[in-house]
C-alpha cells in the first residue's frame, strides 16, 4: 500500500505486515488491533468479523465511514436493527439464466452512455466477474450413453444466440470472464476452482468475500467465504464499484455436537437443519455454526448444509476455517503457496478454527450470538423433503404414509384434494402401461446441493452395485438422470469402477448442469402426460436437488421429493413412493427374491475407503486446465460479435433491455411515491416463490409467450426455455406471473372448492377473466396502476431478477404482503416498485379484501426506511376504510435507488458524473 494511500484511509493505524511465503511480505487490516480500541470485536462472530475486515479496508470517509466501521465493531447480539453496512466484496460470479440479463443491463448502460456522448468504457466491472454456463443444458435425452453428446448439441442448437452474445461480453469487457458449458455448475466451480482463499492486491491481502446471481451462492460459505445470493440489479452495482448494502444481522448460532449415526448422509443431516432453522424463523439472519460436531463435519458436508441457507431462510450458512478448510484446498489442487498463505491470514486475524471445537482458540461462549440453536447429529435420521416445499422434512419410514394422507388433504394444509379411493387404482397409458398415484416417473441425480459431496455420490454408486448384483432393475418409462456439478464426479466415479453400475440402472450421464432441479428436467412421454392429465394423476419425482415447489420439476409432477443420492437411486427401483422403505423391499432380485434397502445400503467404511479418489488435487488442477485451454468443439465454433459497444441484431433471445428509456444525466426531481387510484391484480396465498412469479420452465404455445414467439417465426419446437429467454423483455414480461400453479385467489372457487390454476385474474371493473399479462395491457392503456396482495413468505426461491424486473413492466406499482424473502424484496426496491408489509396479526384476508376494490396507498413523503404507509382500501359501495402499512425500503441506499427509478439508472449516473 502506498503512503498516499495509508494517508487517506481513516484506519491506517490498525495496517499491519504479513510475511509472504517464498520471500516478501504484504500488509492486512488487522482485526486484533482494531480489537485494541473496540474490544467486543474479539466476541464478534466470525462471520461478522470477516465483512468488519471489508468495512474497515475500504472506509474512505465517503461512502464508507468510520461511523460504519465503529457501528459494526460494537455489534450487540440483541440489539434493533437499524444501521446498515456497507459491504464491498472481492469479486462476482454469475450463472448464466441471471447472467445474460445482467449482461444485457451492462450492454445497454454502454449504449446509453454512448448516446449521450459519454466514453461507453467508463461501464466496465471493477470487480473480477465469472459467468458459469451451467442453466442451458436439458435431459431431453436420457438412459442411453450418447445422452451427454445428445443434450449437449441441443443446447447449443437452442442457444447459440445467448453464447454469441456471452462471447462478446468476454471481449468487450477486461474482468468479466466465462465458464463455458459442459464444465459444471456455477456453485460447484466456486467451490473447486474460483475461490482462492485470499486475495492480494496493490500489497494488501484481504479474505475472498462475493455475491452471486444465484441464492445458492451460500455453498460457499462451507468453505469460509462470506457470501450470499442476490438479484442480477444488486451483482451489477457490485460489479460496477457499489458497496452491498444490507441491514446489520443477527447472528444464530448453530452447536452441532456428536456425530451421525452410520447409515445417515449429509443430505438427511441437511433435510434436519432445514426443518429445524425455518421452524426458528431465520429469514435475512447469519447463522454460524460452531461446536465439536462441526468440526467433525468434512468440507462438503459443511458445503451442503450451506448450499441450502435459502431453503432454510438465512442469509448465510456460515462454517468457519480450520484444517478441514485446508485440507479441501489441498485435495482440490490449490498450490502449497495459496494454502500457506490463507492459513497465515486466518491466523493473523484470530479466525482460524471452529468455535467450541476441541484445540480451538474460542470456547463456547466465548463468542455473541443472537441465539443459539443445539443439534446432536447422532439423533439424525435418513428422510426425504417434500412434497411441496424443502422444509417439509418425513422420515423415510413415514414417506408413504404422508404420502397417502396429503393425497385426500385440502391443498390449503398441502394436500391434494383426491378421493381416497383413487390411490390404489391403475390406469392405463395408450401404450399399455398401468401408471398409479405415487409412481416415480422422475429420478435424477442433479443439482448442487449433493454433487458438490463425493460422500453421498459414492454411495449412490455402491447401492447402485449392490443392486445390480442382487438382480434389481428400474423401470425404463423411470425417466433417470446423472447430471454431476463436475466433471471431476464423473472421473471418481469411473476410477472407482461404479460408474457402470448407475448405468445399468439407467443412470447415464446426461449433462454437467443444473437439469431436473431448475426445471430442466425434459418431458415425459407423450401416454404419461396424456394418462396423468386426463386422470389428474399425483404422480412423483424423487431428485438429489433443494427445490422442489408446485411445477418447478415438471408441469404434470404434482409430488416432487428431495433425498440423498442413494435415495434417489432406491425410489427409482422401487418405482413409488407408496412403499415402505424400512419395512417393505425395493424390489425382487434374482430368482424373485425380497431385496430390502438394508441388503443394498453402503457403510460408512466402503463409502469412506474410496474418498481418496474423489480428493485428487492433480485431477482438479488437470480438469480446469483443459476447460481453459480446450472448451470443446462446440464452444470455439460459436462467434461472437466484437466492439465495445452492442449492436444488437434482430433476435428472439437479446434486446435492449427498456429500463434506462428516457434516461437523463440529471436525476428526476423527486415525486410524489403514492399510488393513486390502483386496481388489484392478484390476491395471493403464502409461500409464493420466484418460480410461480418469475417465467421458468417450459413455454407453452397458446401462453402469451408462446403465441408472440410464434408471430417472430419461432416454431414451438424451438421455443427454449423461458430461462433462457431471459435476455429478451418481450417473452419474459408475456411469462410473469404465467406459472401453471400460480392460484390467485380474487376468482372464486370452483363448486368442489378447488381452486383454478394458472397467470390469470379479473379485470376491473367488467369482471372478466383473462391472463394476467392481457389485462396488465389494458390497465396500462388506460393509465391505471395495480398492485399485488400476497400473505407469509412472499418471493421465496432463487434469486431470480426478472421476478421484479417483469412485475416492474407489468405495472404492478406495488407489491402488499404479511413477509417477504431477503432478495426478492431487494429487488422490488431495485426496479422501482413498493414492497409493503402488513402490521403483524393483519392480511388481505382479515381485511376483506375481494380484489374489485381501488387502492390508494399513500408512504410518508420522505420514504423513511420501514415508516408507516396509507391504505386507503375503495370498496364497491363507494365506503371507504384506511390501514396502516409497513414500507419496506429498508435503508436510506434504497430510497436513493427508488427515488431515481431504480438501481440501474442510479448506478449510470454515478459512473457518467464522475
Avoid at 460494537?74 to 454469475?94: G, H, K
Avoid at 485440507?327 to 491466523?347: K, V
Avoid at 420522505?862 to 414500507?887: F, K, M, N, Y
Amino acid at each position: 500500500m502506498s503512503q498516499s494511500t495509508r494517508r487517506a484511509h481513516s484506519f491506517a493505524h490498525v495496517i499491519r505486515a504479513l510475511p509472504l511465503p517464498g520471500t516478501g511480505q504484504a500488509q492486512l487490516f488487522s482485526l486484533p488491533e482494531l480489537a485494541r480500541e473496540f474490544p467486543s470485536v474479539n466476541r464478534l462472530p466470525q462471520s461478522l468479523r470477516i465483512v468488519l475486515e471489508s468495512v474497515l479496508r475500504h472506509c474512505d470517509g465517503e461512502r464508507v465511514t468510520p461511523d460504519h466501521v465503529t457501528q459494526l465493531a460494537c455489534w450487540q447480539p440483541n440489539a434493533v436493527r437499524t444501521d446498515e453496512i456497507p459491504f464491498t466484496v472481492a469479486r462476482v460470479v454469475l450463472q448464466d439464466f441471471t447472467g445474460v440479463p445482467l449482461l444485457a443491463d451492462l450492454a445497454a448502460m454502454r449504449s446509453t452512455a454512448q448516446a449521450l456522448g459519454r466514453d461507453p468504457q467508463r461501464v466496465e466491472p471493477l470487480v473480477p466477474v465469472d459467468l458459469v454456463v451451467d442453466h442451458s443444458v436439458t435431459v431431453d435425452h436420457y438412459g442411453t450413453p450418447d445422452a451427454l453428446d445428445l443434450n449437449m448439441r441441443l443446447e447449443f442448437h437452442r442457444n447459440r444466440e445467448r453464447y454469441q452474445f456471452m462471447k462478446w461480453g468476454m471481449q468487450a469487457f477486461d474482468t468479466f470472464g466465462v465458464v463455458p458449458p459442459g464444465v459444471g455448475i456455477v456453485h460447484q466451480v466456486n467451490l473447486e476452482h474460483l475461490a482462492r482463499g485470499v486475495h492480494v492486491k496493490d500489497g494488501v491481502v484481504y479474505p475472498d468475500t462475493l455475491v452471486g446471481t444465484d441464492s445458492h451462492t451460500t455453498m460457499i460459505n462451507g468453505l469460509g467465504v462470506v457470501a450470499w445470493g442476490v438479484g442480477g440489479i444488486e451483482a451489477e452495482a457490485a460489479m460496477l464499484g457499489q458497496p452491498v448494502y444490507f441491514l446489520t444481522p443477527d447472528v444464530v448460532g448453530f452447536e452441532l455436537t456428536g456425530r451421525l449415526r452410520e447409515g445417515v448422509t449429509a443430505t438427511d443431516l441437511v433435510l434436519t437443519v432445514t426443518e429445524i432453522l425455518r421452524r426458528h424463523k431465520v429469514v435475512g439472519k447469519f447463522v454460524e455454526f460452531f461446536g465439536e460436531g462441526t468440526a467433525s463435519l468434512s468440507l462438503p458436508d459443511r458445503a451442503t448444509i450451506a448450499n441450502m441457507a435459502p431453503e432454510y431462510g438465512a442469509t448465510m450458512g456460515f462454517f468457519p476455517v480450520d484444517e478441514k478448510t485446508l485440507d479441501y484446498f489441498l485435495g482440490t489442487g490449490r498450490s502449497a503457496d495459496e494454502i500457506a498463505l490463507f492459513e497465515a491470514y486466518f491466523r493473523a486475524q484470530g479466525l482460524f478454527g471452529v468455535p467450541g471445537a476441541p484445540g480451538a482458540s474460542q470456547g463456547k461462549g466465548e463468542i455473541d450470538y443472537s441465539q443459539v440453536i443445539s443439534l446432536d447429529l447422532g439423533t439424525v435420521a435418513p428422510s426425504l423433503a417434500g412434497p411441496k416445499r424443502p422444509q417439509d422434512r418425513i422420515e423415510i419410514g413415514q414417506v408413504a404414509r404422508r404420502f397417502g394422507e396429503l393425497f385426500s388433504a385440502p391443498m390449503e394444509q398441502g394436500g391434494f384434494l383426491q378421493p381416497k379411493a383413487k390411490l390404489g387404482k391403475a390406469f392405463k397409458t395408450r401404450d399399455g402401461l398401468a401408471v398409479k398415484n405415487g409412481d416415480v416417473l422422475i429420478a435424477a441425480i442433479t443439482s448442487c446441493t449433493n454433487t458438490s459431496n463425493p460422500g453421498v455420490l459414492l454411495a449412490a454408486g455402491l447401492l447402485a452395485k449392490k443392486a445390480v448384483e442382487k438382480g434389481l432393475k428400474v423401470k425404463p418409462h423411470i425417466k433417470t438422470s446423472l447430471a454431476p456439478g463436475s466433471r471431476i464426479v464423473t472421473e471418481y466415479l469411473r476410477a472407482t469402477g461404479l460408474l457402470p453400475y448407475l448405468e445399468q440402472l439407467g443412470f447415464f450421464l446426461a449433462g454437467y448442469g443444473c437439469t431436473t432441479c431448475i426445471g430442466n428436467a425434459g418431458d415425459l412421454t407423450p401416454e404419461l402426460n396424456d394418462v396423468i392429465t386426463q386422470n389428474d394423476l399425483v404422480c412423483a419425482a424423487v431428485l438429489s436437488g433443494n427445490r422442489n415447489f408446485e411445477a418447478r420439476i415438471h408441469p404434470n409432477l404434482k409430488a416432487n421429493f428431495l433425498a440423498s443420492p442413494p435415495l434417489v437411486v432406491a425410489y427409482a427401483l422401487a418405482g413409488t413412493v407408496m412403499r415402505d422403505l424400512m419395512t417393505e423391499p425395493v424390489g425382487q432380485g434374482k430368482g424373485g427374491r425380497d431385496v430390502y434397502l438394508g441388503d443394498i445400503w453402503p457403510s460408512s467404511d466402503e463409502v469412506h475407503a474410496l474418498m481418496a479418489s474423489a480428493m485428487n488435487g492433480a485431477a482438479y488442477r488437470d480438469n480446469y486446465a483443459r476447460a481453459k485451454a480446450e472448451p470443446g468443439e462446440l464452444w470455439s465454433r460459436i462467434q461472437g460479435a466484437s466492439g465495445q459497444v452492442y449492436d444488437w441484431p434482430a433476435s428472439s433471445y437479446i434486446a435492449r433491455p427498456p429500463f434506462l428509456d428516457g434516461f437523463a444525466l440529471q436525476a428526476p426531481a423527486a415525486t410524489d411515491a403514492a399510488v393513486r387510484g390502483a386496481r388489484v391484480m392478484a390476491l395471493l396465498g403464502d409461500s409464493i416463490t420466484t418460480d410461480h412469479i418469475s417465467p421458468a420452465g417450459s413455454i407453452k404455445a397458446s401462453s402469451p409467450a408462446g403465441l408472440w414467439l410464434q408471430a417472430q417465426g419461432v416454431k414451438p419446437a424451438d421455443f427454449n426455455s423461458y430461462g433462457a429467454r431471459r435476455g429478451h423483455h418481450e417473452v419474459m414480461v408475456r411469462g410473469t406471473f404465467a406459472n401453471v400453479r400460480i392460484k390467485n385467489l380474487m376468482i372464486p372457487p370452483r363448486a368442489d372448492g378447488s381452486r383454478e390454476e394458472g397467470g390469470l385474474t379479473l379485470l376491473q371493473p367488467t369482471g372478466e377473466k383473462m391472463a394476467i399479462f392481457d389485462a396488465a395491457q389494458r390497465y396500462q392503456a388506460q393509465g391505471v396502476p395495480t398492485v399485488v396482495f400476497a400473505g407469509e413468505e412472499y418471493g421465496t426461491g432463487s434469486s431470480r431478477d426478472w421476478a421484479a424486473k417483469g412485475t416492474r413492466l407489468l405495472g404492478i406499482r406495488a407489491v402488499v404482503a404479511r413477509s417477504f424473502e431477503r432478495i426478492h424484496r431487494a429487488n422490488l426496491v431495485g426496479m422501482g416498485v413498493l414492497p409493503l408489509q402488513f402490521r403483524p396479526g393483519e392480511s388481505w384476508q382479515t381485511l376483506g379484501l375481494r380484489g374489485d376494490e381501488v387502492i390508494d396507498i399513500v408512504p410518508a413523503e420522505d420514504l423513511a426506511p420501514q415508516s408507516e404507509a396509507r391504505l386507503v382500501v375503495t370498496r364497491l359501495d363507494g365506503t371507504q376504510d384506511e390501514h396502516r402499512l409497513i414500507l419496506r425500503i429498508d435503508t436510506p441506499v434504497e430510497v436513493g435507488y427508488y427515488r431515481a427509478g431504480g438501481i440501474l439508472p442510479f448506478v449510470l449516473r454515478q459512473l457518467l458524473s464522475a
